[in-house]
């Protein structure tokens, strides 16, 4: 474990990482995370995400809602990813709450 990630925070992003990717020892550059703000975990990964066929990306999706982590997507330079991953609760306001699969899959159907 990283000192500087709290133990709680570093646990939640282990799980959704190793639901995503079928365990823990398949995600690039576990050992190298490193902390995302104050509460959170961020991993880079050389590696694409798919919503099919190699479905990671849809596993890390159903997993974030499932476990009450936020996740975020961003660039990491050539052929990188940055994922950044911040637990929630699921009650509170916007920048505290995370919505359940069902509750996320209802509102985007809703506003489309």
């Known amino acids: ?6 133990h709680e925070i570093e646990a939640k ?3 959704v990482l190793a639901r995503a990717y079928l365990g ?3 995600v690039p550059y576990w050992r190298r995370r490193q902390p ?7 991993v880079t ?5 798919s919503s099919c066929d190699y479905d990671t990306l849809t596993r890390l999706v159903v997993a974030a809602h499932d476990e009450c982590v936020r996740i975020e997507i961003c660039s990491g330079g050539p052929r990188q990813l940055v994922i950044h991953l911040h637990p929630r609760v699921r009650e509170g306001d916007i920048t505290e709450r995370h919505p359940t699969m069902e509750e996320a899959t209802d509102r985007a159907r809703r506003d489309r």
């Open 1 to 6: 474990m990283i000192p500087t990630i709290r």
């Open 13 to 15: 992003a282990e799980a």
């Open 24 to 26: 823990i020892h398949h």
């Open 36 to 42: 995302s703000g104050n509460h959170g975990v961020r």
């Open 45 to 49: 990964i050389q590696d694409q995400i």
